[in-house]
């Protein structure tokens, strides 16, 4: 059969290639003719997937969706209904996998068949099932299917050797002709390709949605089969810059150190990057040394709030005082350290915010990335709000990280997004910061990336329930840099007392 695999449009400033398709992509293809399509990559809005559909004609369209995705992709399963009725329509991805049932109902009759879970598993028998005509799967790991007026959910199944699922299709994903926006902003060399070691996080931070999609159990790749993937990007595809976006690439100390003495004996004129965050009281001075020699030369970390109690209520097991010396122990080995934050957690104040931000400032950080707290389905903190109520604030149609779709009780959205500016522009405006970042820039595309990236996160107004989009995003840039300067010019001079 032609099978489409989409990674659907959305406002992402992250344009890199989706590992989970090309995954996916290559355990089917020895069977049937497979097709990858990043609309994200490609400009194609989902109304301009219907060339796509009708010029390839698949018997069957898997679309990956994050939750952040829904309305889009519910857009896009209309418009490839249309396009062919007959079309089989498939959906998976991190929403699906949180939510399944929930998923199949937003997305409504045009979606035919959904998936929970890692699907490389599940999804070949899916297609022999369907192209056999029986339509019982009964049988087959993580599909959500019909049975009459109901929809069933197989349970997902793990794969327990990552090895045997084989390289990603890379001829497919090709990660040499993606742009300079891959997922930490800044780069060091190009191209680059994301590389997955290990999947599985133990952990139980309340606002993740890691351990519903790859179980708490880690699992790893084999040193040798990482060397492979290595080698092919670098020797075949021309990659100078790896990203590994692990969620605990750190988590097992044994096996890091191997995949980083790995990459020190194969001598190549690399770079590497961590963008996803580390667990940093996972780390020890010789980790951080090999990282070093190895060619790492940012490490993104997961700081989160500046607030010990807002920390305890995310289950983060850590305190401020011990961020502070975890950063100051990754920089003593002459790493640079990006830091993530998120404001407006549930129960979050004025002043815990502040907290935050005065953090962010006084840590020894290259750049700091501040989000807005989003309820996440199927993790903890979503389900605490279902429980109070306050699930029914939660902006569904404008639920991006950067908008605050859901704000904290005592607080209103422009609050929130005001403190989320003051927090952006009271890091990067401090001269050492914005010069160290502006040097750092590679080109004049990296530099309208960066722009675009600016104005998404900083400047863009909440799109109340509609699709918003500035036509002069340099104008309003300026427009808001004026305001913040004329808000902290210094006041005149007093008057001399005349007595």
């Known amino acids: 059969m032609r099978v489409l695999l989409i990674k659907p449009n959305n406002l992402s400033d992250h344009i890199q290639p989706s590992l989970g398709l090309g995954y996916l992509a290559q355990q089917i293809r020895k069977d049937h003719d497979v097709t990858l399509f990043d609309c994200i990559k490609n400009h194609s809005s989902p109304d301009e997937i219907s060339g796509v559909v009708e010029a390839l004609q698949p018997h069957v369209v898997g679309i990956q969706s994050y939750t952040f995705d829904l309305p889009n992709v519910k857009r896009m399963l209309r418009v490839i209904k249309r396009c062919d009725p007959a079309i089989t329509t498939v959906v998976g991805g991190a929403h699906v996998s949180a939510d399944p049932l929930g998923a199949c109902r937003a997305f409504g009759d045009d979606l035919d068949y959904g998936f929970n879970g890692e699907g490389e598993i599940g999804f070949g028998p899916f297609l022999h099932t369907m192209e056999k005509g029986t339509r019982d799967y009964s049988g087959i790991p993580g599909v959500i299917w019909r049975h009459g007026d109901q929809r069933i959910v197989n349970p997902p199944q793990l794969a327990e050797n990552l090895d045997d699922l084989g390289l990603p299709a890379l001829d497919l994903l090709r990660p040499d002709t993606y742009p300079e926006s891959q997922h930490g902003a800044f780069y060091n060399q190009f191209p680059i390709s994301p590389i997955l070691t290990t999947r599985g996080c133990p952990h139980a931070c309340t606002f993740c949605s890691a351990p519903i999609l790859s179980g708490r159990r880690l699992r790893h790749h084999s040193v040798g089969y990482l060397q492979q ?87 983060k097991k850590t305190t401020v005082h011990r961020m502070r010396e975890n950063v100051a122990r990754i920089r003593r080995h002459g790493l640079d ?9 549930p129960g979050e104040t004025r002043e815990t915010i502040r907290d935050t931000i005065r953090l962010s400032r006084e840590l020894d950080l290259v750049r700091a990335n501040f989000f807005t ?75 309208r990336f960066l722009l675009q990236r600016f104005y998404h996160w900083v400047v863009m107004k909440p799109a109340d329930g509609k699709e918003r989009t500035h036509r002069r995003p340099l104008r309003a840039i300026a427009a808001q840099l004026r305001s913040l300067f004329s808000a902290v010019k210094p006041a005149p001079a007093a008057h001399p007392d005349p007595t």
């Open 337 to 345: 350290v990006a830091a993530f934050f998120i404001l407006g957690f």
């Open 229 to 315: 993937m290595v080698r092919l990007l670098y020797s075949v595809y021309g990659i100078r810059e790896f990203h590994i976006v692990d969620d605990n690439f750190t988590q097992d100390l044994d096996y890091a150190k191997s995949v980083l003495q790995m990459i020190l004996d194969m001598r190549l004129d690399i770079s590497l990057a961590l963008p996803n965050g580390i667990r940093m009281d996972k780390v020890d001075d010789e980790l951080l040394e090999m990282m070093k020699s190895a060619g790492v030369y940012v490490v993104s970390v997961a700081v989160e709030s500046g607030n010990d109690q807002i920390l305890k209520a995310m289950n």
């Open 373 to 447: 707290y989003l309820p996440l389905p199927g993790t903890a903190s979503y389900h605490r709000l279902v429980e109070s109520g306050e699930i029914e604030k939660v902006d569904w149609n404008d639920f991006k990280f950067m908008s605050a779709a859901y704000v904290p009780k005592g607080m209103t959205r422009d609050e929130l997004l005001s403190l989320k500016r003051r927090a952006f522009f009271g890091f990067y405006l401090r001269p050492w910061i914005f010069t160290r970042n502006l040097v750092a820039i590679r080109s004049y595309r990296h530099f």
